[in-house]
């Protein structure tokens, strides 16, 4: 598996843009009039106080309390890291936080309190608690975090959830119960060896000893070595609960004829020697972060048969906590919990562990471009499967309910998972699919514009990010100097710079240049000039010769001065059926907008051919299509020779006998609102429309600037479709990020 190749500057710049840190709060409600005023705040807010002091289960429905979680730590056992202060595990609990609004739509806030006391800690959590629906509790070292965790559960009516330790050993049951297996061994039978006795180790073992494993067959060892009966140093009484009569005395002993191996304490404290001295078909779990205890490669080196799992997502197995918690949480507050009690987290780890032996959809095999079968390389559930999110909450709720742990028990289970499905942004799931899609193509990217440091950062970014090769158009030492003026000195020796001078094809190019152009007034030198001198032109015709997959330019100049260069070299234009198609992302829906770039003012045939383009794309990108001819009237009303064309469409294509959906004329809200579509019984559409064929270039343009410029609206494209190459053309005002991915939309040949 490629592994993702960031350099510590990367990892800052993901960190600083656009703005510093990784979320930020916005309003649900409009705040725009003085009556939002006066409802939202004085005097209208008085009334859900006044009831909510009445009645405090209120909170739930007139407040966000219900559906926010605080990741609350004080950075005492950041990852692996160590001690890093409050401070210093700020970017983590952001990350949790994300974690949970990005898999099962928590909102969540991280709170990073500055101390090591727990008497502190806990006055500090337990004053919050009204504020909160759930508290997880993050990276606080062992043993204090079993002091905490106990006395806030003691005090608190809202789940408190140590992550590190029931979320780790959630994750960890679901994959030993899979990993068993496959190895054909029982839990009861088998040797486990644990490294690691703090927070995740701890609760590890005592989720297994609950489910089945013997507590003379599991041997736990720490900093000073094995934890056997009578061990002084180092102890405390989480410890010796789980001490052992043995002889061992370290892990290298300890690991001699083990069948289980959990890791959850530092990087490289496992050798390949202990992984040979292992029982046959070893289950190796080395879950510490950011390194783990010994990688796949070194312990698979050793030992063919070993099924192994790390914490990391560039690994097959991913044992790690973000399978858990989110959804954890989600099953408990949808229920209104008063806790997170045992039978809720084993639900949870049993619906994991079922969740990876079942099919896996083909979209879930699409967004991580091979196959999941369960065995060895897939024991466990990968982050990103969208089925998580509507299989796992609902385990966790019945669960809940059924051990008197709910407040408000769930009644109609099948609409509560139904509601879960469609509560994920779908539009997160189609760019990772794209991504996805993209890495597989492998594709030869041509950057036309490498005189550009935008471009040529993405350039780098798109060879880093193993998505193929990039090949910047560019003289070698402008290239050199632009990209060492960039911070990148070290990405010079890796891209390839070509241009007229070094390739040895530049007489091939004007050769088939002179072909298409010799009856358009074009002479030899007027192809040699474009050929040798124009980038956007070279750069296609590298691209019609097959030197490169597809090609990515118009970051530096006007988009129509670029199609009218790459019209040279291909047909890119309206008479033969290509098209813009821009997508707007906004608030978890996806529309396409189009044509955004090459009709002027399309007639009703150009306009069908826009919606076929369109609908191309949207199957690309996994959307089943829904067009709307929208103009300002609908359904001929009010009735305007403007509007006659979207009017005539629909009946193109109904001529074409195509096979999507399509509508109109309408006007947008009717096209993308379901109750105004009531309006019109008889209109076809089966849901609100993804993709919107507007009357002109200039409907277009302003509806997409509109839509970023006032919604804030993620805009991707135009994507140039209907042209046999892959070709994308960026913006002028594209920054590094906009024009990789252009990069990735070409390199999946969307278009
Ligand atoms: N994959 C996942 O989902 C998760 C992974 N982890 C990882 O597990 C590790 C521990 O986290 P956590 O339990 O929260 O931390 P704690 O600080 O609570 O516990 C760490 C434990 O590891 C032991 N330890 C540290 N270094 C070694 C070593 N070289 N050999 C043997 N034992 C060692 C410590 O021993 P002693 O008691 O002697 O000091 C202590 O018992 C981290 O790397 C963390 O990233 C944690 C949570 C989730
Ligand atoms: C994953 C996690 O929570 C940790 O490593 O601490
Ligand atoms: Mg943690």
Same mark, same amino acid.
């Given at each position: 598996?490629?592994?993702?190749?960031?350099?510590?500057?990367?990892?800052?710049?993901?960190?600083?843009? @656009?703005?510093?840190?990784?979320?930020?709060?916005?309003?649900?409600?409009?705040?725009?009039?003085?009556?939002?005023?006066?409802?939202?705040?004085?005097?209208? !807010?008085?009334?859900?106080?006044?009831?909510?002091?009445?009645?405090?289960?209120?909170?739930?429905?007139?407040?966000?309390?219900? &559906?926010?979680?605080? !990741?609350?730590?004080?950075?005492?056992?950041?990852?692996?890291?160590?001690?890093?202060?409050?401070?210093?595990?700020?970017? !983590?609990?952001?990350?949790?936080?994300?974690?949970?609004?990005?898999?099962?739509?928590?909102?969540?806030?991280?709170?990073?309190?500055?101390?090591?006391?727990?008497?502190?800690?806990?006055?500090?959590?337990?004053?919050?608690?009204?504020?909160?629906?759930?508290?997880?509790?993050?990276?606080?070292?062992?043993?204090?975090?079993?002091?905490?965790?106990?006395?806030?559960?003691?005090?608190?009516? =809202?789940?408190?959830?140590?992550?590190?330790?029931?979320?780790?050993?959630?994750?960890?049951?679901?994959?030993?119960?899979?990993?068993?297996? #496959?190895?054909?061994?029982? #839990?009861?039978?088998?040797?486990?060896?644990? &490294?690691?006795?703090?927070?995740?180790?701890?609760?590890? =073992?005592?989720?297994?000893?609950?489910?089945?494993?013997?507590?003379?067959?599991?041997?736990?060892?720490?900093?000073?070595? !094995?934890?056997?009966?009578?061990?002084?140093?180092?102890?405390?009484?989480?410890?010796?609960?789980?001490?052992?009569?043995? %002889?061992?005395?370290?892990?290298?002993?300890?690991?001699?004829?083990?069948?289980?191996?959990?890791?959850?304490?530092?990087?490289?404290?496992?050798?390949? %020697?202990?992984?040979?001295?292992?029982?046959?078909?070893?289950?190796?779990?080395?879950?510490?972060?950011?390194?783990?205890?010994?990688?796949?490669?070194?312990?698979?080196?050793?030992?063919?048969?070993?099924?192994?799992?790390?914490?990391?997502?560039?690994?097959?197995?991913?044992?790690?906590?973000?399978?858990? $918690?989110?959804?954890?949480?989600?099953?408990?507050?949808?229920?209104?919990?008063?806790?997170?009690?045992?039978?809720?987290?084993?639900?949870?780890?049993?619906?994991?562990?079922?969740?990876?032996?079942?099919?896996?959809?083909?979209?879930?095999?699409?967004?991580?471009?091979?196959?999941?079968?369960?065995?060895?390389?897939? #024991?466990?559930?990968?982050?990103?499967? @969208?089925?998580?999110?509507?299989?796992?909450?609902?385990?966790?709720?019945?669960?809940?309910?059924?051990?008197?742990?709910?407040?408000?028990?769930?009644?109609?289970?099948?609409?509560?998972?139904?509601?879960?499905?469609?509560?994920?942004? @779908?539009?997160?799931?189609?760019?990772?699919? =794209?991504?996805?899609?993209?890495?597989?193509?492998?594709?030869?990217?041509?950057?036309?514009?490498?005189?550009?440091?935008?471009?040529?950062?993405?350039?780098?970014?798109?060879?880093?990010?193993?998505?193929?090769?990039?090949?910047?158009?560019?003289?070698?030492?402008?290239?050199?100097?632009?990209? %060492?003026?960039?911070?990148?000195?070290?990405?010079?020796?890796?891209?390839?710079?070509?241009?007229?001078?070094?390739?040895?094809?530049?007489?091939?190019?004007?050769?088939?240049?002179?072909?298409?152009?010799?009856?358009?007034?074009?002479?030899?030198?007027? #192809?040699?000039?474009?050929?040798?001198?124009?980038?956007?032109?070279?750069?296609?015709?590298?691209?019609?010769?097959?030197?490169?997959?597809?090609?990515?330019?118009?970051?530096?100049?006007?988009?129509?001065?670029?199609?009218?260069?790459?019209?040279?070299?291909?047909?890119?234009?309206?008479?033969?059926?290509?098209?813009?198609?821009?997508?707007?992302?906004?608030?978890?829906? =996806?529309?396409?907008?189009?044509?955004?770039?090459?009709?002027?003012?399309?007639?009703?045939?150009?306009?069908?051919?826009?919606?076929?383009?369109?609908?191309?794309?949207?199957?690309?990108?996994?959307?089943? @299509?829904?067009?709307?001819?929208?103009?300002?009237?609908? $359904?001929?009303?009010?009735?305007? %020779?403007?509007?006659?064309?979207?009017?005539?469409?629909?009946?193109?294509?109904?001529?074409?006998?195509?096979? $999507?959906?399509?509508?109109?004329?309408?006007?947008?809200?009717?096209?993308?609102?379901?109750?105004?579509?009531?309006?019109?019984? $008889?209109?076809?559409?089966?849901?609100?429309?993804?993709?919107?064929?507007?009357?002109?270039?200039?409907?277009?343009?302003?509806?997409?600037?509109?839509?970023?410029?006032?919604?804030?609206?993620?805009?991707?494209?135009?994507?140039?479709?209907?042209?046999?190459?892959?070709?994308?053309?960026?913006?002028?005002?594209?920054?590094? &990020?906009?024009?990789?991915?252009?990069?990735?939309?070409?390199?999946?040949?969307?278009?």
């Amino acid at each position: 598996m490629s592994k993702p190749k960031f350099t510590r500057e990367e990892a800052l710049a993901f960190h600083i843009d @656009p703005t510093p840190g990784k979320w930020e709060v916005q309003a649900t409600v409009p705040m725009t009039t003085q009556r939002d005023l006066s409802l939202a705040y004085s005097p209208g !807010v008085a009334v859900p106080c006044e009831e909510i002091a009445a009645n405090p289960e209120a909170a739930y429905d007139y407040t966000n309390k219900g &559906n926010l979680v605080a !990741v609350i730590s004080n950075g005492t056992a950041v990852l692996g890291l160590g001690n890093l202060g409050a401070l210093g595990g700020k970017p !983590v609990m952001e990350g949790k936080s994300v974690l949970f609004k990005r898999f099962a739509d928590v909102n969540s806030i991280d709170i990073e309190l500055d101390t090591e006391d727990p008497d502190e800690f806990c006055k500090a959590v337990r004053l919050m608690g009204p504020t909160f629906g759930g508290i997880n509790l993050e990276d606080i070292k062992a043993p204090e975090c079993f002091i905490i965790e106990q006395r806030l559960k003691e005090e608190m009516d =809202i789940p408190v959830f140590h992550d590190d330790q029931h979320g780790t050993a959630v994750i960890c049951a679901a994959g030993l119960i899979n990993a068993l297996k #496959i190895s054909g061994k029982k #839990i009861e039978d088998v040797k486990i060896v644990l &490294n690691g006795a703090g927070a995740a180790g701890i609760a590890c =073992i005592e989720l297994l000893k609950s489910m089945g494993a013997r507590h003379e067959n599991c041997i736990v060892c720490d900093t000073k070595g !094995v934890i056997y009966q009578g061990r002084t140093e180092g102890m405390n009484q989480w410890k010796s609960a789980h001490a052992v009569s043995t %002889e061992h005395r370290t892990l290298e002993e300890a690991m001699v004829g083990a069948d289980v191996f959990l890791g959850v304490s530092a990087k490289g404290a496992v050798t390949q %020697e202990m992984v040979k001295a292992m029982g046959d078909n070893p289950v190796i779990f080395a879950m510490a972060n950011p390194d783990p205890e010994i990688t796949p490669e070194e312990a698979h080196e050793v030992r063919v048969d070993a099924i192994v799992a790390t914490g990391r997502s560039d690994y097959p197995n991913q044992v790690n906590n973000v399978l858990g $918690f989110p959804y954890l949480f989600r099953g408990a507050l949808d229920i209104h919990a008063r806790a997170i009690n045992d039978e809720m987290k084993i639900a949870c780890a049993q619906a994991l562990a079922d969740l990876a032996r079942e099919d896996v959809p083909d979209e879930v095999a699409l967004a991580y471009g091979k196959s999941l079968t369960f065995g060895r390389d897939y #024991i466990i559930p990968t982050p990103f499967d @969208p089925r998580l999110i509507h299989r796992i909450p609902p385990a966790v709720a019945r669960a809940g309910m059924e051990t008197g742990a709910a407040r408000r028990p769930i009644i109609d289970m099948d609409g509560y998972e139904e509601g879960l499905k469609s509560r994920m942004d @779908p539009t997160a799931s189609i760019l990772r699919s =794209i991504n996805t899609r993209a890495r597989a193509a492998q594709a030869r990217m041509i950057f036309a514009e490498g005189d550009d440091p935008r471009v040529l950062r993405a350039a780098v970014m798109y060879q880093r990010s193993g998505l193929g090769k990039a090949l910047v158009v560019g003289r070698e030492d402008d290239v050199k100097k632009k990209l %060492e003026d960039a911070g990148l000195a070290d990405a010079v020796r890796e891209l390839e710079v070509v241009n007229a001078k070094n390739t040895p094809h530049l007489q091939a190019y004007k050769d088939f240049l002179y072909d298409r152009l010799q009856r358009k007034g074009f002479d030899r030198s007027d #192809i040699h000039r474009m050929a040798a001198r124009d980038r956007h032109v070279f750069a296609s015709l590298m691209l019609a010769h097959g030197h490169g997959d597809g090609l990515i330019t118009g970051a530096t100049r006007k988009s129509a001065h670029v199609m009218q260069l790459i019209n040279h070299v291909f047909d890119a234009d309206a008479e033969h059926g290509a098209a813009g198609v821009t997508a707007l992302l906004h608030k978890g829906r =996806i529309v396409l907008i189009s044509d955004t770039l090459v009709h002027e003012w399309p007639d009703e045939n150009d306009l069908a051919n826009i919606a076929e383009r369109a609908a191309d794309v949207a199957k690309h990108l996994g959307l089943d @299509p829904r067009v709307a001819f929208v103009s300002f009237s609908t $359904f001929g009303y009010p009735v305007s %020779e403007r509007a006659e064309k979207m009017h005539l469409a629909p009946a193109v294509l109904d001529q074409r006998g195509v096979d $999507f959906e399509y509508e109109g004329e309408m006007t947008v809200d009717v096209a993308l609102n379901v109750q105004a579509q009531e309006a019109y019984p $008889f209109q076809r559409l089966s849901g609100t429309a993804n993709i919107l064929v507007v009357p002109a270039r200039h409907s277009a343009s302003i509806s997409t600037k509109l839509m970023q410029e006032m919604a804030g609206a993620t805009v991707i494209g135009p994507i140039l479709a209907g042209v046999e190459k892959s070709i994308q053309i960026c913006s002028t005002n594209m920054t590094a &990020n906009d024009i990789l991915n252009m990069a990735v939309l070409a390199a999946c040949k969307v278009g």
